[in-house]
């Protein structure tokens, strides 16, 4: 933003030294000024005025707005410019989110995967400044996405995720690693992995423990979620003739193994019982893994009183050829 700023303002103050000049030139224009005497003006009182006579209080107004402007100009204006500069300190965050059959259940609105999706999609739109990727795993894991700032793909990658893309199972530990691979060469302050699964590993080749050991030698923090009620929730399941019916079925969620990733690699374990539980996880993790931003304000002054100083001596300059060329009075 640009504002007109003084260096040293109580200066401005000697702008009034030109109030005793204006009144002693009013003093002197009504007492008259006539250095020769004569005997009647009769003679010349009806004689029409020229040019000369209208424009006669010229140079004096000239001189006094010369003044004016060499008592601003040393009272140095300057033109000023405020302003910041903001550097970002990105997080790398990779969302890790089991898509095995189990998280068709309905124990959340309309069921967990679709439950997660919605609550994942939120906290992206949070998260401006950082780069995130996105990972799914089920027997095998998958990277939906790399890292990127292009939210809005991002989101369209989000809601194509579904059950059914990779065969059944629930393996963590690779889940986990191909998140890993996706953030070990990077360069950011911070790098992040929300894994989130409804399960107990049960298939795939690299085993949880592992993968957090590696992940803890990469500088990787993880926040693990389990998703899933207590006790019982209905599963969708198929007979024979295609139809689609829900039978109850026992929530297992391996609770230690969560809890251990996490606290190895720095991070937290959540529970969500409900979708509710589960937007509220997300936005906790939002506000621990907090973006730092580095503002520096600074003020720009750029000196504008040589122009008035020129301007001002331009003035005088035309007020001295006013009065020698064109006004000269008779000594």
């Not at 009504?30 to 209080?57: F, M, P």
């Amino acid at each position: 933003m640009n504002e007109i700023h003084f260096a040293n303002p109580n200066l401005l103050w000697l702008i009034f030294i030109v109030v005793p000049m204006i009144a002693y030139y009013i003093y002197r224009t009504i007492q008259g000024g006539a250095t020769i005497q004569i005997s009647s003006i009769k003679g010349v009182s009806e004689i029409s005025h020229t040019y000369k006579y209208y424009l006669r209080h010229l140079p004096f107004i000239i001189r006094i707005c010369a003044i004016t402007l060499l008592i601003i100009a040393i009272a140095r204006p300057q033109s000023r410019e405020s302003g910041s500069s903001s550097t970002t300190e990105g997080i790398d965050i990779v969302m890790a989110i089991d898509v095995s059959t189990s998280m068709l259940a309905r124990d959340f609105e309309p069921d967990r995967l679709s439950a997660a999706k919605d609550v994942a999609s939120r906290f992206i739109v949070d998260r401006k400044s950082d780069r995130m990727g996105l990972v799914i795993f089920a027997s095998e894991s998958f990277t939906q996405s790399p890292l990127t700032t292009d939210k809005g793909s991002l989101q369209n990658l989000m809601a194509q995720i579904q059950c059914g893309v990779l065969d059944d199972g629930t393996a963590i530990g690779n889940g986990l690693a191909t998140s890993i691979n996706r953030l070990k060469e990077s360069a950011a302050k911070s790098k992040i992995i929300i894994l989130l699964t409804d399960g107990v590993n049960n298939s795939g080749t690299v085993m949880p423990p592992t993968a957090a050991d590696i992940a803890k030698s990469f500088g990787i923090k993880v926040y693990t979620i389990g998703v899933g009620s207590e006790g019982t929730a209905p599963y969708p399941a198929q007979d024979m003739w295609g139809n689609i019916s829900y039978v109850q079925m026992k929530v297992e969620i391996d609770e230690d193994m969560l809890r251990k990733i996490a606290k190895d690699t720095g991070g937290e374990y959540f529970r969500a019982t409900d979708k509710d539980a589960l937007i509220d996880v997300y936005e906790t993790i939002n506000q621990l893994e907090r973006t730092e931003i580095e503002t520096n304000d600074f003020v720009n002054y750029i000196e504008l009183y040589v122009t008035f100083v020129l301007i001002g001596l331009a003035l005088l300059i035309i007020e001295q050829l006013l009065n020698y060329l064109v006004f000269r009075s008779i000594p």
